[in-house]
Nanobody, 125 residues
Framework: VQLQASGGGLVRAGGSLRLSCAAS????????MAWFRQAPGKEREFVAA????????YYADSVKGRFTVSRDNAKNTVLLQMNSLTPEDTAVYYC???????????????????WGQGTEVTVSS
């Protein structure tokens, strides 16, 4: 499975961006897909995840109500709609995927077998 993240850029506080993670080699419906981010000087943190078909959707508390993760099966893509962005959202965003990851590992980052290359999001104040 290869993952290609895109959609990052520079936006003002309060603005919106939509990130995409295109998968090849496997349909996204059969994968648990997640977004993580890493800000300069900080550890990688969980943002959102959508379990493979029929499963749940999970968000970090810091993005709940502002970010929405969804799956576009026709395009074999997972999207992250980010609204009401703040400078604290500035980071490199990575998508991750796995078909076997267990629920307790979804937020930790361990257990994902596939990672995209990252797309940079910068939110100016």
């Amino acid at each position: 499975v290869q993952l290609q993240a895109s959609g990052g850029g520079l936006v003002r506080a309060g603005g919106s961006l939509r990130l995409s993670c295109a998968a090849s080699g496997r349909t996204v419906s059969g994968l648990t897909m997640a977004w993580f981010r890493q800000a300069p000087g900080k550890e990688r943190e969980f943002v959102a995840a959508i379990q493979r078909s029929g499963g749940g959707i999970y968000y970090a508390d810091s993005v709940k109500g502002r970010f929405t993760v969804s799956r576009d099966n026709a395009k074999n893509t997972v999207l992250l709609q980010m609204n009401s962005l703040t400078p604290e959202d500035t980071a490199v965003y990575y998508c991750a995927a796995d078909s076997q990851i267990i629920l307790s590992s979804i937020r930790t980052g361990t257990g994902y077998g596939y990672w995209g290359q990252g797309t940079e999001v910068t939110v100016s104040s």
